[in-house]
């Protein structure tokens, strides 16, 4: 069965350095996005992707912030000075229009 | 925005006991999905409801959706200790690009 793919599955960065998260939605899906869940907080959109565009972005989707879909399969999250209140688990997710939305098993960020 | 909101926050029961969830959510939406979250680990996709559907099963799963009263439950039936787990709701307006608001989730303990 297709899956989203996110890689690493952990990544501890200093505060400060840039970080690229790395997400394979399904190949089919048409709608890409992220979303962060800070520890024992809820899941929060970020930023939703389509036809090599950003659609809809959250007040948390700041100037550090930019997604890019580098080729035909990878769909990236940048984060380009990380602070320690970056540090959460972020999820890829992509859909096929008008059904669920699929995530990925996330990438877990520690910011030290 | 919409914000699912689910009830209880936590619930423990025995196995073999039958669990009640339910959520609730503020604006219009276009449908609900239920998401399935073990301790650290990734979203699982369990159920999507559209806002013209009152009832949908899935296996052990009921979900109800009353759009007047702007809630949802999900049901599982015969509980199992591997459904412990959070819980979580989360409504889209129905677009493609828009992101998923989710709730806090219940935190669900089957106890053996």
């Known amino acids: 069965e297709p899956e989203v793919t996110q890689t690493p599955s952990h990544q501890v960065t200093q505060m400060g350095q840039e970080v690229i998260l790395r997400c394979v939605p399904i190949?089919?899906?048409?709608?890409f996005y992220w979303y962060r869940q800070i520890l024992g907080q809820k899941v929060e959109f970020l930023v939703s992707?389509?036809?090599?565009?950003?659609?809809?972005k959250s007040e948390i989707f700041d100037d550090q912030f930019s997604v890019e879909r580098p080729d035909g399969s990878n769909f990236t999250l940048k984060i380009r000075s990380t602070k320690l209140e970056d540090s959460a688990m972020y999820f890829c997710?992509?859909?096929?229009?008008?059904?669920?939305?699929?995530f990925g098993p996330g990438t877990r960020l520690t910011v030290l | 925005s919409q914000q699912g909101e689910e009830d209880p926050q936590a619930l423990s029961i025995q196995e073999g006991e039958n669990a009640t969830m339910n959520c609730s959510y503020k604006?219009?939406?276009?449908?609900l999905q239920w998401y399935r979250q073990n301790s650290g680990r990734g979203l699982v996709h369990l159920i999507l409801?559209?806002?013209?559907?009152r009832e949908k099963h899935s296996g052990r799963l009921r979900v109800t959706l009353d759009t007047s009263k702007k809630s949802s439950s999900l049901l599982i039936t015969a509980s199992r200790a591997a459904d412990t787990a959070s819980y979580f709701c989360?409504?889209?307006?129905?677009?493609?690009?828009?992101?998923?608001?989710f709730g806090k989730g219940t935190h669900l303990i089957i106890q053996p």
């Open positions: 997710a992509s859909l096929i229009e008008y059904n669920e939305q699929f």
């Open positions: 190949s089919n899906h048409l709608y």
């Open positions: 992707f389509y036809n090599n565009e950003i659609s809809e």
């Open positions: 604006t219009s939406i276009n449908n």
């Open positions: 409801i559209r806002s013209n559907e």
């Open positions: 989360a409504t889209g307006a129905g677009g493609g690009a828009d992101g998923l608001t």
